[in-house]
């Protein structure tokens, strides 16, 4: 079992940065595939981006592609992603999200999420 505890969050303005963090427990981080997603307020959880578990591949959201970069460190059981550029509708609660043969965008099939971070850009 894999637990995971994002970090980072917070208020910013429009075309600033923020760079959350993912920890995750246990001695088999290496092995999970890894993703981000977001839900903003009344609207439905979405895909922002994942990582394969060695680092090599990488998906992003078309909304976010150019702006957000994921990254991973096995070492130090955590996950990042740089979000630059942020716009208002970035605003939602990231989840981190983890699973064991899948690293796409549909949320049903990870195993393991965090309880989220809330990120807030005024424009």
């Known amino acids: 079992q894999v637990q995971l505890v994002e970090s980072g969050g917070g208020l910013v303005q429009a075309g600033g940065s923020l760079r959350l963090s993912c920890a995750a427990s246990?001695?088999?981080?290496?092995?999970?595939?890894m993703a981000w997603f977001r839900q903003a307020p009344g609207k439905e959880r979405e895909f922002v981006t994942s990582i394969s578990w060695s680092g090599d591949n990488t998906l992003y959201a078309d909304s976010v592609k150019g702006r957000f970069t994921i990254s991973r460190d096995n070492a130090k059981n955590t996950m990042y992603v740089q979000m630059n550029s942020l716009k208002p509708e970035d605003t939602a609660v990231y989840y981190c999200a983890a699973a064991r043969t899948y690293y796409g965008s549909n949320y049903h099939a990870y195993d393991y999420w965090g309880q989220g971070t809330q990120v807030t850009v005024s424009s």
């Open positions: 246990g001695r088999t981080f290496s092995t999970y595939y």
